[in-house]
C-alpha cells in the first residue's frame, strides 16, 4: 500500500493505492489520523489505485469519518475503485459518505 | 479442471497478500471469472485476520493451512489453525445503521464471509484445532 497526502486551501487530499488490509491498515489509519489532528478537518480520500479493501479498512475509514465529524469537518471519498465501491455498498457504508467522481469535484465540495 | 492446492503460511498479518495471490492463482487456472476471485478472496483475508487476531491473539503465535479445491464448478476452501477454539456465535453482527454515531463495524469481517461465500461451517478438533470450510459455487 502506499499513501500520500496533499494540502489544498479548504482540505487535505490523502490518496491510497495498493492493498488495504490488515496489515496495512494501521499505516492507513495511522495517516489519516495525522492530517485531521494537525488540524484539516477536511479531508478528501482518493481510492482510484485501492486495489483490495478489508473490513479492517473500512474500519479505519468510519472512524476517520466520525473524527473529521466531531472537528467540525467533513471526509469524502473521490474516486472509488470498483472493488471499494463493491465492499463499501456490500457493508453497508455508502449512505455514510459522499463519493464523488474525481479528486477535482471533491475538492471542489469544500 | 480439477486443482487442489495448499499453503501454509506464518500468522502474521504481511501474509495475507500471500493468501490473495494464491487464491488467485488457484482461482485463474481452475477457470473462475475476476469476480468470484474476489469474492473468495475477500472472504478468506477476512477469515485469515480473523484467525490471527481472535484464534491466535496475536501475530507469530502459530501458522495458518489453507488448502484449496477448485472443481471447475464449485470452490472449496479451507483453512486450519491451532489456536484458541473459535466460536462464531460470540461474535456480535455488525450495526449497520445510517447513523454514524450508532454505527458498529466489530464482527465486518465474519458479515462479509456469509455474504461472500455460499457455505461457511466452523468446527473445532482437540487434535487439529480449528477448521473453517468455506464454498464458493460457480454459475
Not at chain 2, 56 to 67: A, H, P, V
Request: proline content about 3%; glycine content about 10%.
Amino acid at each position: 500500500m502506499e499513501v500520500g497526502t496533499t494540502s489544498h486551501k479548504r482540505c487535505s487530499v490523502v490518496t491510497v493505492s495498493g492493498r488495504v488490509d490488515s496489515n496495512t491498515a494501521p499505516t492507513f489509519e495511522e495517516t489519516l489520523k495525522s492530517v485531521i489532528e494537525g488540524g484539516q478537518r477536511n479531508v478528501v480520500l482518493e481510492l482510484d489505485g485501492v486495489e483490495f479493501m478489508s473490513s479492517a479498512g473500512l474500519r479505519a475509514m468510519v472512524s476517520s469519518l466520525k473524527a473529521c465529524k466531531s472537528g467540525g469537518g467533513k471526509l469524502v471519498v473521490a474516486a472509488p475503485s470498483n472493488r471499494v465501491a463493491e465492499v463499501m455498498q456490500l457493508a453497508g457504508l455508502t449512505s455514510l459518505f459522499s463519493v464523488y467522481d474525481d479528486v477535482t469535484a471533491a475538492v471542489g465540495s469544500f | 479442471m480439477d486443482i487442489k492446492r495448499s499453503l501454509t503460511v506464518p500468522g502474521r498479518f504481511e501474509y495475507l497478500a500471500t493468501i490473495a495471490d494464491f487464491i488467485a492463482v488457484a482461482g485463474r487456472d481452475a477457470g473462475f471469472d475476476q469476480d468470484m476471485i474476489f469474492h473468495v478472496q475477500m472472504a478468506v483475508d477476512e477469515a485469515c485476520s480473523n484467525v490471527i487476531e481472535h484464534a491466535y491473539q496475536g501475530q507469530d503465535k502459530g501458522d495458518i493451512t489453507l488448502s484449496c479445491h477448485c472443481d471447475g464448478k464449485d470452490w472449496v476452501i479451507a483453512i486450519f489453525d491451532t489456536g484458541r477454539p473459535f466460536d462464531p456465535a460470540s461474535i456480535p453482527a455488525p450495526n449497520l445503521e445510517p447513523c454514524l454515531e450508532d454505527i458498529k463495524t466489530g464482527g465486518l469481517g465474519l458479515y462479509f464471509m456469509h455474504q461472500l461465500m455460499d457455505e461457511v461451517e466452523f468446527s473445532f478438533d482437540e487434535e487439529t484445532g480449528n477448521k473453517l470450510r468455506m464454498v464458493k459455487r460457480g454459475v
